[in-house]
């Protein structure tokens, strides 16, 4: 991701809007999509980059002080690795690995929903550099999507630090947020944090603006159901179809050939390679692998 490029469509956004955080229409928030990247330990930067080692800043973040570096990792899984991790500067006490759940799924692990900095008891993960490796016990986590404002801006939308809030974004897919905790001290810019799988569900992209709803503001859902036929000869439901098989010849079953097979049971010839990972596939897609005898 081009952070240079983000800043600039979202600069280009709130210069449209009078380049002052007040001038925006009433309870708007810049939201922001923040891809998997990676915070260092000083200790953790010397091992993965060789002894003395220090951060290059590539770009300005938004929130004041804080880059993106040039420097990237690979980060590993048990099931899978993801090349070329963006290391976010300057360093911090504790290392910490910030993914999204489709990341999750890739890598084969389980990282709690957690506030960044809030990583006790989170998910192990190994980082890979060009000198070196470390593996990290805790650090891996799914960040929970919130928004960053100066105390001016949290007193004009009535908020307090801690607090929790709505945010509704419309366009083509609308979509609310919930449980977007606010983020409240002087020197931050406002601007909500989300990851690239919140993103993609509501078709969001950079330099979207947000509307903040706080809990007692909210709309209450509206219950939706079909409507019950009132027709006298009614057709009777459906019978339900038992799942059919698909039997499977090739020599090798993969992630790929899975995708491809839309039966709940695969029958496979005795003898048939399944992969380590075709096999957990399966089973997050509720399929069965049967051999043939």
């Known amino acids: 991701m081009n952070q240079q490029l983000i800043e600039q469509i979202v600069g280009e956004v709130l210069g449209q809007l009078g380049k002052n955080p007040t001038q925006l229409p009433e309870r708007a928030v810049p939201i922001a999509v923040s891809a998997r990247h990676v915070h260092l330990q000083p200790e953790h930067v010397e091992v993965l980059f060789g002894a ?15 880059f993106a570096a040039n420097e990237t990792v690979m980060i590993a899984g048990p099931k899978s690795s993801i090349e070329r991790v963006r290391i976010l500067g300057p360093v911090r006490k504790a290392t910490q690995v910030e993914v999204s759940f489709t990341d999750a799924m890739k890598l084969g692990v389980k990282p709690p929903l957690r506030e960044s900095g809030n990583i006790e008891g ?7 550099g060009p000198k070196g490796s470390v593996h990290i016990e805790q650090g891996l986590i799914i960040a929970q999507s919130h928004i960053h404002m100066g105390t001016q801006d949290a ?3 009535g908020v307090q630090d801690g607090e929790y809030v709505t945010v509704e974004a419309d366009g083509i897919r609308p979509i609310s947020f919930r449980n977007v905790r ?29 509307r903040l709803v706080k809990p007692n503001e909210a709309t209450e859902p509206v219950a939706c159901s079909l409507p019950v036929s009132t027709t006298v000869n009614a057709p009777s439901p459906a019978k339900t179809v038992a799942p059919k098989s698909y039997e499977f010849t090739k020599k090798l079953l993969s992630t790929e050939d899975l995708a491809a097979i839309s039966e709940d049971e695969i029958i496979v010839p005795k003898g048939t390679i399944v992969t380590a990972l075709a096999k957990d596939t399966a089973r997050e897609l509720g399929k069965t692998i049967t051999v043939r005898k």
């Open 122 to 128: 989170s998910a192990p993960i190994t980082l890979i």
């Open 182 to 210: 606010i983020r409240v001290n002087e020197r931050y810019r406002l601007e909500m944090h989300i990851d690239t799988d919140e993103a993609n569900a509501g078709f969001i992209t950079q330099g979207t603006i947000g």
């Open 52 to 66: 003395g080692y220090e951060l290059t800043q590539r770009s300005e973040l938004s929130q004041p002080g804080q």
């Open 155 to 157: 007193q004009r939308f």
